[in-house]
């Protein structure tokens, strides 16, 4: 058995079967019409588009190169501040997710106010547009008076994002602790495991893993919304943008910051691709 | 057709007056709508530029300045229109569904690359707001060297954020925001000590918007360093650029201007000088 198997599959390096000639030239056909229609396409923006009566001043507006020079350091300096902002937010709102998770999983009667604490709390801010909810927060509870340092938006408006982006993950990483069968739960309970012991051995580490791509989407979600907290005073990118444009008349800054937050999400966007491409081959 | 219907106009607008005829002859064929002034301002338009939101009735410093351009044009007030638009649709390239937009706008030399200004109708002062308990717990003083310590704050699409860099480059930096109800409640919220604004809107909202707001001081309208003037806007290129400018400086002239900016906005001498 071995052996035959051994000759089929040393054959086609030989000499190629018919069904393989033809695959090869169906597959160098498509790359063919592939390459002519993205060429096709790729000819008529570039031809077209400058066609357009309005190009010469959508160009002086969004692309003035010397615009964008001045403008470009600054941007990405004010980026550093999204990205510390974004650095702080993520680790809370995974703990706090997963602590919103946990509760909407008790099982035990006692312990139903908890189950609807979770219910509740996905259920308003993943209600909310998270623009709202920094508002509300940003200058609300400062407004109650607060004294320095503790009143600077920095603090509520993390916060606002930690409570909308917490909501959702909670509600990722339950859809990951329901798609664990619960025929786990009872091997678990059948070795002696306890309730809690069940959920971090068995549970969560296989639930995790299974949300992954989901909640790369979120991160890349919440690195484009962490600009939401220039509402509320911070000079991140896309105010600094803001600023540039209105002081220059020019459309250009805004151009600049759109590459900066390209240039981090285009690959944290494919290396989510590639995780969900992973898992898929796995569960095959 | 299009040359009759201008003939028309121009013999309508020779009627309404002599005076204005030689202006209306500048303008003729020039605007969006043949006859028509069609003016933009902002959604909304704040006091004390606009009173109650309501251009059309000619109350506010930039609407009786707007009714006072279009006169000298040769338009009469009814043959005003008012749109409104934001700060960014007046920038942004292609065509514009106004003939000319006032709503503060400062004029800059890189504003003016992309826009066309008509000559100034206003210089602006520039004022502190801050409230009484930021001064009694600061003691703020209308001098610069007690000012580079406090937490500043500005409208972020305007000059004030270059202004207040210039004149103040106050120790931290400061925070910036989407318009004058935000920076009102981050000063509510003790987020901000101090914001800079044009010294018509500072009074406003000292008196009206801010519970304990108080003018800190000014920096007066003819000082030499960043001065802030305001002009009308315009399309890169418009051609009513020169009839705009025509009647601007025959109301500059003529003290008209004088008389509007004295009726509608309030006598800033009280204020302390910044020194």
């Excluded at chain 1, 609300?140 to 320095?148: N, T, V, Y």
């Excluded at chain 1, 916060?159 to 664990?180: H, P």
């Excluded at chain 2, 100034?120 to 004022?127: C, G, K, L, T």
Aim: charge should be negative; hydrophobic fraction near 50%.
């Amino acid at each position: 058995m071995t052996e035959t198997h051994g000759t089929v599959s040393a054959a086609p390096a030989v000499r190629p079967t018919r069904r393989a000639t033809y695959e090869a030239r169906v597959r160098r056909r498509s790359t063919t019409v592939a390459a002519l229609s993205t060429a096709a396409v790729l000819l008529a923006v570039v031809v077209l588009v400058p066609m357009a009566p309005g190009w010469e001043a959508v160009k002086r507006s969004f692309f003035d190169a010397e615009v964008f020079a001045r403008t470009f350091p600054g941007l990405l300096n004010a980026f550093l501040l999204d990205i510390a902002i974004f650095a702080w937010c993520a680790p809370l709102i995974a703990l706090t997710g997963l602590a919103i998770a946990l509760c909407r999983d008790v099982r035990s009667p006692a312990l139903f106010p908890l189950r609807m604490f979770g219910a509740v709390y996905t259920d308003i801010f993943r209600g909310l547009p998270v623009i709202l909810v920094v508002y509300l927060i940003g200058f609300g509870i400062p407004g109650l008076g607060l004294p320095r340092p503790w009143n600077s938006p920095y603090i509520w408006g993390s916060l606002a994002l930690i409570l909308v982006y917490s909501a959702y993950v909670a509600e990722v990483i339950r859809s990951g602790i329901d798609s664990i069968h619960q025929s786990q739960r009872s091997a678990a309970a059948s070795l002696g495991l306890s309730e809690a012991d069940t959920m971090r051995y068995v549970v969560l580490p296989q639930a995790l893993r299974n949300v992954m791509p989901a909640n790369m989407n979120l991160l890349i979600a919440l690195q484009k919304d962490v600009a939401l907290l220039s509402f509320i005073g911070p000079v991140e990118i896309f105010r600094q943008a803001g600023v540039y444009k209105s002081l220059m008349a020019n459309f250009t800054p805004y151009v600049g910051a759109a590459l900066i937050f390209l240039a981090i999400t285009i690959p944290a966007t494919r290396y989510a691709d590639y995780l969900l491409n992973r898992q898929r081959r796995r569960q095959r | 057709m299009k040359i009759v219907t201008s003939a028309i106009t121009i013999a309508c607008l020779a009627a309404t007056g002599a005076l204005a005829a030689d202006h209306g002859a500048c303008a003729a064929g020039k605007t969006l709508e043949e006859g028509m002034l069609t003016i933009a301002t902002g959604n909304p338009a704040f006091y004390p530029w606009v009173l109650n939101d309501a251009p059309e009735s000619g109350e506010g410093f930039e609407a009786a300045v707007a009714y006072a351009i279009a006169e000298a044009m040769g338009f009469a007030p009814e043959q005003v229109q008012w749109v409104r638009t934001s700060f960014d649709e007046a920038i942004q390239p292609g065509a514009k569904n106004f003939d000319f937009n006032m709503q503060q706008y400062s004029i800059t030399e890189d504003r003016d690359r992309m826009v066309d200004f008509s000559l100034p109708y206003y210089s602006s002062a520039m004022a502190v707001l801050t409230t009484e308990g930021v001064v009694e717990e600061t003691g703020a003083t209308p001098e610069i060297a007690g000012m580079k310590d406090l937490r500043w704050g500005a409208m972020a699409g305007t000059t004030a954020m270059p202004i207040l860099m210039d004149l103040i480059a106050p120790n931290s930096d400061p925070l910036l925001y989407g318009d004058n109800a935000d920076v009102t409640a981050a000063m509510q919220a003790g987020q901000i000590d101090a914001a800079l604004f044009d010294l018509p809107t500072a009074l406003y909202l000292s008196a009206v918007v801010v519970d304990g707001g108080k003018i800190l001081g000014q920096f007066p309208a003819d000082r030499t360093e960043s001065p802030d003037q305001f002009g009308l806007l315009m399309e890169e290129g418009s051609p009513l650029k020169e009839c705009v400018d025509a009647a601007m400086t025959e109301l500059t002239e003529s003290g008209t201007l004088a008389a509007i900016e004295a009726q509608w906005l309030q006598d800033a001498t009280g204020v302390p000088v910044i020194q």
